[in-house]
Each structure stands twice: as C-alpha cells, then as structure tokens.
C-alpha cells in the first residue's frame, strides 16, 4: 500500500533552532538536516513526508495577519498533493494561528496540525522530536478536517487553544473543550466518537485576512473611565472587554454610557472573562446585564486568540457591521460552545 504523505511547513520557532555564539537562533537547513538523522522518523509506521522551510523564517513574535495568508496560501497551493499537513511553528502565536487558520481554510477536508517545542530540537531533553513525530503520525491518520495544535501528548482544536505556560513543555491547554486526542505508547488511531463532525467538501478555498484595528481592554480594580474613552477615541473597528467572572464590569454610568456611544458609532465590542475557563454570561448580574443593554455581546466561551483572529477574519470579508456581530454570536468553526 501508498504511505500517506505529509507536507511539513518549517516557518519559524524554537523547534528548530541551533547553538550559536549569539544564542539560540534559526539556521537554514539545519532543521532538515538533523531530521535526517533520528530514525524515529523512518519508522516503517510513519508516512512519507517532505519539509519545506520558510524564507525567511517567522519569528512568532514578529507574526501577523500576512503572516497566517502566507500559511494559508501555502497549504492551498500543495493541498491537493499531500494527505495532511504539519505547520511548524514558534509556541508564542501558535495558539493566534491556530485559530486563524481555522476560520480561513474554507472547505478543509484534511488534517492540518500545528507544533513546535520549547526545547529545541538537537539539544539534550527536547520536546520536538515527541511533538513532531506525534503530529505526522496524526496527520497521516486522523481525518478529521480540523486544524489542531499538537504539544506533550495532547491534540488540541486549534481555535481553543492557548498557551498557558512560557517554559513547561506542557505549555498549551484547551480550558473549555477536551482534547480531541491524548497519545499513548501505541499510538492508536482516534477512535470514531472522537473526531470531529464538520461539513467538508473537497474543494478548498481560502479566505483572506487584512489587519484590522482592533483594541483590548483589561478591567481591573480601580480602572478608570478616562482610559476606556482614549481607547474608544481611536480608529478602531472593534473592542475586546476582558471582563470580570461571568462577564461583569464597572456599573459607574460614564463607563456603560462610553461603551453605548462606541456601539452606536459602530465599534464592536465582545466582552470576554479574564477567567481562563467558564463563560460569559451576562444575564446573571446586574452589572453584566448593563453590558449587554449597552450593546456588549457575549464572546461566551473563547479564547482571546479565537476571538482575535475570529475578528480579523469577519471585518476582513467586507460583511455590514450587523451581520459580523451576529457572526461573532455564532459557532462558525467550533470556537465556541454556545450561541
């Protein structure tokens, strides 16, 4: 029988990097070069796979939206030559492409899966080749189309993930779904129950994604309603309100009343719980239902990355303000569990 065969997108992160007299640092070639070398993936269980890397490489910090149409492109140009897709990737962003890539790959009927490591990949201890090899085994027979995201033995949807620790190999969650598989040592194809029902077709198109200004807004204790409006003053198309608990906020008038007017002028604004599992639900008390009377809608169970790029990726379509707001209340890609 025909391997499967993986396409590999090197674009940037840790993963592979190599010692330098400056530090940890990309070297072209390098990464495919010591792949080469570690038999684990030659395994006769593995599939077939090809490496492509980026150039120049992304630095994940550095990322942005121009970066996730490269990626997106990238895989529509190759898409009908290869059974899945491995995206390697720098943990800091991973979880914002991720995300990104769920809602641009239109019509996805196969595996795209992300991983990276936060060792790199030729030093002692490293989680790269755990991760790497984990997520080519699951491209070649997971077939769900879904974009996920592979760390420390967990398979992650994309656009529910989030990183949660800046040096634990175990460094990304998914706080308010399950993950969709957690290896074993027999690596074991995912049960049926498990993957993930989605209406696929087998043409794939992608949509784009152009930068759009959109502003967070952290509410702590004390934060005042002047803040909030110089933020509101700005050129933007829509607001995160990174609330408290179930989605509650300061009840001062000057506050709701600065949300109503930007809702009126036509700023978006989704309020979000600071509180990394539960959701927002801003019928319970009375200061997240001044919320929603100002116009606030409910980013219920999100993450910030989802909803970022969830945004990018509405705003970006040209759709009228009124169906974005009811786009972003809706299930698009299972970024979130109601609505």
Known sequence: MTKPSIYI???????????????????????????????????????????????????????????????????????????????????????????????????????????????????????????????????????????????????????RSTKVHAEDVDAFASPNYPPLFEADSAMLPLPEHQ???????????????????????????????????????QPIKALILQSYGAGNAPQHANFIDALAAANQRGVIIINLSQCLQGSVNMAVYATGKALADAGVLSGYDMTLEATITKLHFLLSQNMPIAEVKLAMKKNVQGELSDG
């Not at 930068?211 to 509101?232: K, N």
């Open 9 to 159: 997108a090197y674009t940037g992160g840790t993963i592979g990097m190599q010692q330098t007299a400056q530090g940890f640092a990309p070297v072209a070639g390098f990464l495919t070069s010591h792949i080469k070398t570690l038999p684990e993936f030659y395994h006769e269980a593995m599939p077939e796979f090809v490496i492509k890397e980026y150039d120049p490489l992304i630095d994940s910090a550095n990322a942005s939206p121009a970066d996730w149409q490269l990626i997106a492109d990238d895989i529509a140009a190759n898409y009908e030559d290869y059974d899945g897709f491995v995206i390697l990737h720098g943990t800091d962003t991973m979880a914002y492409t991720a995300s990104a890539l769920s809602f641009m790959l239109q019509g996805l009927a196969k595996p795209v899966i992300i991983t990276g490591s936060q060792i790199p990949l030729a030093q002692p201890h490293s989680d790269g080749p755990s991760n790497l090899s984990h997520a080519l085994y699951l491209a070649a027979n997971y077939p769900a189309p879904e974009v996920c995201v592979f760390f420390d033995k967990k398979l992650l949807r994309g656009n």
């Open 195 to 233: 993957q993930k029902a989605l209406t696929a077709t087998n043409t794939l198109s992608v949509a784009n994604i152009s930068p759009q200004p959109i502003s967070i807004f952290t509410l702590y204790p004390g934060v005042s309603t002047e803040l909030l409006d110089t933020v509101l003053q």
